[in-house]
C-alpha cells in the first residue's frame, strides 16, 4: 500500500505528514516519540491504512516538520497538530500517541475535546509532581556534547542501545538519524514532556482510551497503572516483549491492538 507525503503550511511553518489509505476513511492520527519523527510508524501506516486514513505527522521541529519561533511545549505541538487537522479538512478523528506523542495527545484531547473520537496512550509517561523531580535529578536523555572524532554518535548510540531489542541495529540506525536531524536539541521533546503538568489536565479527558503497555520499557511501563487510575473509563492492553521503539520494533503486534480498540469505536 502506497505511503503518500507531503507538507501543510502551518503557523509555525511547514509541517510534514505521510499518510495511507483511502482518503474518504475515518481518519487516524498517529504521533510519535522523541527525538523520532512520522517514520516511527512507516510499518504501521499499511496496516492501518487497510480501513483507515493513517496519518502520521512530524511534530514541529522534528523531521522535516519547521520549529516556529516559540518554544517547545506540549501544548503548542497539540495546537499544531490540530491546525493540521483543520488544513486537511478533518474535523474529527481518532489520535494515537508513542511516549512523547502520547502526553501531545492527551494534551490534544483535554483542549480539543471535540477533535478526538478515540484516544490510544502508548508507552505514555504520567507527568506528574513526582515524574518532574524525578526527570529533574537525571541527566539528559538524549543530547550528547559534539566532538570533532565523531565519538558523540556513538555515545549517542550507546545511551539508547539498553532499550532496544539485541539484533535489531536498523532501530537504532533510525533514531540517531531523527536525533541528528532534530532542529534543535534532542532533548527539547524530553524537556517539554518534563514541564507539561499532566496532573491538571487529564481529568478532561472522556474519550474512550487505550492504554498501550509495553512490558519492556523500564521508562513507561510503570506509568501504564498510573494513567489507569486516572483514565477510569480506560482499558489497558500489554505488548509482551515490547521495547522503546514499539511502533517499528512490533508494528504487526501494534497495529493489531490500534485496529480491535478503534473497531469497538465505529
Known amino acids: 500500500m502506497t505511503i503518500r507525503r507531503a507538507f501543510a503550511d502551518l503557523s509555525v511553518g511547514q509541517v510534514h505528514y505521510a499518510e495511507c489509505g483511502d482518503p474518504q476513511a475515518p481518519p487516524v492520527l498517529l504521533l510519535h516519540q522523541s527525538p523520532r519523527s512520522w517514520a516511527e510508524y512507516r510499518e504501521v501506516l499499511p496496516l492501518l491504512g487497510q480501513r483507515y486514513r493513517a496519518i502520521a505527522m512530524d511534530t514541529a521541529g522534528f523531521g522535516d516538520s519547521a520549529a516556529g519561533d516559540g518554544p517547545a511545549s506540549i501544548e503548542g505541538w497539540a495546537r499544531v497538530a490540530v491546525e493540521l487537522l483543520d488544513a486537511l479538512g478533518i474535523e474529527r478523528a481518532d489520535v494515537v500517541g508513542h511516549h512523547t506523542g502520547g502526553v501531545i495527545a492527551v494534551e490534544i484531547a483535554a483542549a480539543f475535546p471535540g477533535r478526538v473520537r478515540g484516544l490510544v496512550l502508548s508507552s505514555t509517561p504520567f507527568t506528574d509532581q513526582n515524574f518532574r523531580r524525578a526527570r529533574a535529578g537525571r541527566p539528559p536523555i538524549d543530547e550528547v556534547e559534539p566532538s570533532d572524532d565523531g565519538s558523540h554518535l556513538a555515545a549517542l548510540w550507546r545511551r539508547r542501545q ?105
Not at 179 to 187: F, H, K, M, R, V
Not at 216 to 240: G, K, M, N
Request: aromatic share 6%; hydrophobic share 45%; no cysteine.
Open 162 to 266: 539498553g532499550f532496544y531489542p539485541a539484533g535489531r541495529p536498523e532501530l537504532l540506525e533510525a533514531f540517531v538519524r531523527d536525533a541528528l536531524s532534530a532542529s534543535g536539541s534532542p532533548e527539547d521533546g524530553h524537556r517539554a514532556v518534563a514541564a507539561y503538568r499532566m496532573e491538571d489536565r487529564i481529568h478532561r479527558v472522556a474519550q474512550p482510551t487505550l492504554i498501550l503497555r509495553a512490558t519492556a520499557d523500564p521508562f513507561a511501563s510503570p506509568h501504564a497503572a498510573e494513567l489507569q487510575r486516572e483514565l477510569a473509563h480506560a482499558r489497558t492492553v500489554d505488548i509482551a516483549g515490547g521495547m522503546v521503539p514499539l511502533p517499528d520494533q512490533l508494528p504487526e503486534a501494534f497495529a493489531a491492538a490500534l485496529l480491535e480498540f478503534l473497531e469497538t469505536l465505529a
